[in-house]
């Protein structure tokens, strides 16, 4: 879980001869991940494509682009069918005349349909003006000029200009003016006015009679360009299914055409290369050597180890000699490589095209693998470092419904998820549902445990008999319990720190265990070393709650583990500072000098262990702002009154009776009730359920949604900025076998 499936390098080398076989072997297996050849072998250079590549490629272009002119669906696929050669050399040119002729027919009417609608976007400001359009134009002595604009300003601006004749009509916004001068002297003349000319269009008469000539054939138009949308539509239904299936096929067959392009090559032998998981090499071998025989060999080159990869680091495997049934070409050598990015050994020994890195396939269970899209959205792991995805999916959730902590949240945050999860396409969209539904059961699990449901308490009365194993602690009755959370989430934080440091030490141990223990170690010695002192006293510095007996959370109330702080094991007195030393001081000291001696310039964030670790304190603060949040919806609805026990106030929602009757009867349970905190608004009249019904909905609804955005979003802050900023950096590759998934063709 923790690493990814282990991989090994292959090598398939034969004869030119049997090629062709050896690439339907291997796409049939859908396993090889293959390693382009770089170019750098004397003698040997990149394959060339198989004949027909161009063709093939060629009519896949056409394929896809019917699809998109068809606007064709994988819903529409139907059954797998066998599409031979001759139907898409037939077939698909006889689909391809139809699809064209109707796409360049519609095309045609909506250029002729945009023609139309801006004609009649010109004409509809005439019709609203009213006046015949052949009284517009062609006067000798007289300039018109028709647009939209302010009337009133337009008749300003004309008796301010040289204009001395001029007549001003308008409707509505639009304006005509007629003006005894030029056409140029009027346009200046118009500057200064809110006016925006139009074109005048051409005609005589009424142009309500040209506006209702032209709806009429917009609407021939819209209808001649339904029956091409239908006859489309008809060919799509007729079609979809060839189509996808042509493009799977043509796909397959481009993609074998062109993998030479990734071989080396001679005259008479070619070379393949890539990674496979380790534990399907012989499944591997035998499939490939059954259908080619003894024409290829196959190679296990190396077994890929969890380090950084290098090719000197790897484990290397006994290999046989010779060259199987290749046939050897004069002129080619296979000389070995000066540098570490390849390596060629003659004789048949360890040849390797580029020190590529291994690709990762991540080996989680099933009900791990949601949470490898949320790793992904920071990197995907590289092949010699800790995948954190069952990390993620052990915390993540918990710290969620801890924050959180409702049954009724929890139950609509699980169904959220598993709609999402069970009804959409998409797989980073199911992997999110996934997510969901482990962040909803962990917080209804909390949210039984502390015996709430939607914020109201009577959820710990049925299950709980009134006394759930745990409280939030935002009622003053419970207040120890908010500090209790307060220190659990900083002892939270120190082992997720931990965790990722520790996965850091192993991950360095590669390089030797002295930068492992300067690198990572280091920080694991300061991280335990401070806050041991900080848990022992800290000199008084630190809150009284995390270390002394009457405070101490786990000497008392609510959580009696009987541990009262670590002992301060003062060594001597600071010389001028009068304050005692403490031995607990020594780990972070001896922490921060082997950081020193690693990197100094990491010396200057060493108070990352004691920041890193208040940041957790977040999941105490979430918990009780959307208790908080809760609480006042509920509050405002059902009301609340005080009840003091003795230990504390203790705060009650009038469900079954108002605060005010509780206040009237003095008492609850033998205790007395000393204040109303709200009447209500459930007891407040018609008028006021009806109101706070709707402000418990929609209350209720923004609780839920804020879970989202700030529990949500916290939970997964601690996850990509604090733990995995400890040893994580991504950049792995995806595993991208060379084959191809049918979902359309048979080749049956």
Request: charged share 20%.
């Amino acid at each position: 879980m923790l690493r990814p499936e282990k991989m090994c390098r292959v090598s398939v080398t034969g004869s030119k001869r049997v090629m062709g076989q050896a690439i339907e072997a291997v796409h049939d297996l859908d396993m090889l991940h293959v390693t382009e050849y770089d170019g750098s072998w004397d003698g040997f250079e990149p394959g060339d494509p198989v004949d027909g590549a161009d063709s093939a490629s060629d009519q896949l272009v056409t394929v896809r682009s019917l699809q998109s002119i068809l606007d064709v669906d994988e819903e529409d696929a139907g059954p797998t069918r066998l599409v031979t050669d001759d139907a898409l050399e037939e077939d698909l040119e006889e689909i391809r005349t139809q699809v064209n002729e109707l796409d360049d027919r519609r095309d045609d009417i909506r250029d002729d349909l945009r023609d139309v609608e801006e004609r009649i976007s010109t004409m509809e400001p005439f019709v609203t003006l009213g006046i015949d359009l052949d009284l517009l134009r062609d006067y000798e002595s007289l300039a018109v000029a028709v647009g939209e604009g302010d009337a009133e300003e337009v008749k300003i601006a004309l008796a301010d200009s040289d204009v001395d004749t001029f007549e001003v009509r308008s409707e509505d916004d639009v304006v005509a003016v007629f003006a005894q001068t030029d056409e140029s002297t009027l346009q200046d003349a118009l500057v200064g006015a809110t006016f925006s000319g139009l074109e005048i269009p051409d005609g005589d008469g009424d142009p309500t009679e040209y506006l209702e000539e032209l709806r009429h054939q917009k609407q021939k138009l819209e209808s001649k360009l339904g029956t091409v949308e239908d006859e489309l539509d008809d060919l799509r239904l007729d079609y979809a299914g060839f189509l996808l299936a042509a493009e799977e096929k043509l796909s397959i067959e481009v993609q074998k055409a062109e993998a030479p392009l990734t071989f080396a090559t001679t005259e008479n032998a070619f070379i393949a290369e890539g990674w496979i998981p380790n534990e399907r090499y012989s499944e591997f071998e035998s499939a490939v050597e059954a259908d080619v025989s003894e024409a290829v060999d196959i190679e296990k080159l190396e077994i890929a180890e969890y380090d950084e990869g290098h090719v000197h680091s790897r484990e290397e495997v006994e290999h046989e000699g010779g060259n199987g049934g290749a046939e050897e070409d004069e002129g080619a050598t296979i000389t070995e490589a000066g540098d570490t990015s390849q390596e060629a050994v003659a004789d048949g020994g360890l040849v390797t095209m580029d020190n590529d890195q291994p690709p990762v396939i991540q080996d989680n269970p099933g009900v791990v693998r949601p949470f490898e899209d949320l790793v992904e959205v920071v990197n995907r792991p590289k092949y010699s470092e800790f995948d954190p995805t069952v990390v993620f999916f052990l915390t993540f959730p918990a710290f969620y419904g801890f924050m959180i902590g409702d049954l009724g949240y929890g139950l609509l945050y699980f169904l959220a998820g598993y709609f999402l999860y069970s009804n959409v396409e998409s797989d980073v969209l199911k992997s999110l549902g996934g997510v969901a539904m482990w962040a909803g059961g962990f917080t209804a699990l909390f949210g039984v445990l502390y015996g709430e449901f939607f914020g109201l308490h009577q959820l710990g009365e049925i299950v709980w008999g009134g006394n759930p194993p745990m409280h939030k602690g935002l009622q003053p009755v419970y207040g120890d319990y908010a500090i209790a959370w307060l220190t659990i989430s900083l002892l939270a934080g120190m082992l997720h720190l931990a965790i990722g440091w520790t996965f850091d030490f192993v991950k360095n141990l590669s390089h030797g265990l002295w930068d492992a223990v300067t690198e990572s170690g280091s920080w694991l010695l300061m991280l335990f070393g401070l806050w041991a002192w900080v848990f022992s006293g800290a000199n008084g510095a630190a809150p009284n709650f995390l270390y002394t007996a009457e405070e101490g959370i786990f000497a008392g109330h609510p959580f009696a583990f009987g541990f009262a702080g670590l002992p301060a094991l003062n060594l001597f007195t600071i010389p001028g500072l009068g304050a005692p030393f403490s031995a607990w001081l020594l780990p972070f000291i001896a922490g921060l000098v082997l950081l020193g001696l690693a990197d100094p310039i990491e010396v200057v964030e060493f108070l990352n262990v004691l920041v890193n670790v208040l940041s957790y304190t977040r999941l105490a603060a979430v918990l009780l702002a959307k208790a908080g949040m809760a609480f006042v919806v509920n509050l405002l609805f059902f009301g609340v009154y005080v009840v003091e026990t003795g230990h504390g106030a203790e705060w009650h929602f009038g469900i079954g009776h108002s605060p005010a009757h509780m206040l009237e009867q003095g008492t609850y349970h033998g205790h007395e009730v000393t204040s109303v905190m709200f009447p209500g608004l459930m007891h407040s009249g018609i008028a006021g359920v009806v109101g706070g019904l709707l402000v418990l909905v929609l209350g209720h609804v923004l609780v839920l949604v804020l879970g989202v955005t700030s529990a949500g979003l916290q939970g997964v802050r601690l996850e990509y900025v604090e733990f995995f900023g400890k040893f994580f950096e991504g950049g792995g590759k995806a595993y991208n076998p060379f084959g191809y998934e049918r979902n359309y063709t048979t080749d049956d």
